[in-house]
């Protein structure tokens, strides 16, 4: 397959560095500012030592990708809220032209699944979107595989951020303001963590898992989300003297998708440790299903977008 990647920060560089393991080629990178476009493959690690020298990988229009010769639109710009845009744009545009999108920019499948599927009706490309929920955690391939009308209710950790912070603030006794800044420091929380520690980006995965079961119908403002921000380390002093702990649940069910901080046994398969992510299946006839590992990365998110890719094959 021919990619073309919108995006280049960790996700994007990482796809673009993988795809030949794959046996795909890259045929354009755009970042924000500008682009590369060669019909008989970018040079890759050129393109990307540029970007680390000059702070964009070519000198092209970005907007030149979507007129590129590509078979798959990877779409790994930032995920953004509301109208989901420039991702939703690009995949319009993808589409409009009969062309295949993976995504891993979680906006368009949150805001505006019922306009991508919309778009998907009326083309020969597909759309799909495993990077989006859990990064390498195969999540929407179970619900696939198992019938979307079979799974009636899916849970889990979903932040890894936010389940770091509440690792270390149970294990040490520390303050959240203390563990946050320790985060920031490792690399693991953003400068701005609000995405994260507010329950947002865990809102936004439950989000998709919602419209994935139910054909659509869900948008991030559909759903009761609240974060840790306010959460007392006393709360989780409390709780380990009743042998349990607090994680960040993403809960999703025909009622809809709940995202709270809730006590779960301190040993349960929902009190995953640190930066890993765990996703929870209760399925009519196979009962419950577990999957965890680590639900971010460059190369763990791009694992999934290439595993899409391969399934277009």
């Known amino acids: 397959m021919r990619l073309a990647i919108m995006g280049a920060g960790a996700v994007g560089r ?9 046996g795909h080629d890259v045929v354009a990178i755009a970042d924000s500012s500008g682009a590369v476009v060669d019909a008989d493959g970018v040079a890759v690690e050129d393109a990307l030592e540029r970007k680390a020298d000059t702070g964009t990988v070519g000198s092209a229009d970005p907007d030149d990708v979507l007129g590129a010769s590509y078979d798959v639109l990877v779409e790994a710009t930032p995920t953004t809220l509301g109208d989901a845009e420039p991702g939703f744009g690009n995949l319009a545009a993808a589409l409009e032209r009969d062309r295949h999108v993976v995504l891993a920019n979680k906006g368009p ?93 865990a809102a936004l995965k439950g989000t998709i898992v919602a419209n994935v079961l139910d054909g659509g119908g869900h948008t991030l403002g559909d759903a009761s989300v609240e974060g840790i921000t306010v959460l007392p380390t006393s709360a989780l002093d ?47 006839h196979a009962d419950r299903l577990n999957i965890s590992g680590r639900g971010a990365g460059g190369p763990e998110t791009a694992s999934a977008v290439l595993a899409d890719v391969d399934r277009l094959d």
């Open 14 to 22: 990482s796809v673009a560095e993988l795809a030949p393991e794959y």
């Open 109 to 201: 499948v949150a805001e505006r699944y019922d306009d991508v599927m919309a778009l998907v009706a009326d083309s020969d490309g597909e759309v799909r979107f495993e990077a989006t929920v859990g990064a390498a955690i195969p999540a929407i391939a179970t619900i696939e595989g198992v019938g979307p009308s079979r799974v009636t209710a899916v849970r889990g950790v979903l932040n890894g951020t936010a389940n770091f912070v509440l690792t270390r603030m149970a294990k040490e006794g520390l303050s959240y303001e203390h563990v946050l800044a320790e985060a920031q420091d490792l690399g693991v929380a953003e400068a701005d963590p609000s995405f994260d520690v507010e329950g947002t980006d």
């Open 238 to 284: 409390l709780a380990a003297e009743d042998g349990r702990t607090v994680r960040l649940i993403v809960e999703v069910t025909r009622s809809g998708v709940h995202v709270a901080p809730r006590l779960v046994p301190e040993h349960d398969t929902l009190a995953v440790s640190g930066t890993m992510n765990i996703v929870q299946f209760e399925t009519e």
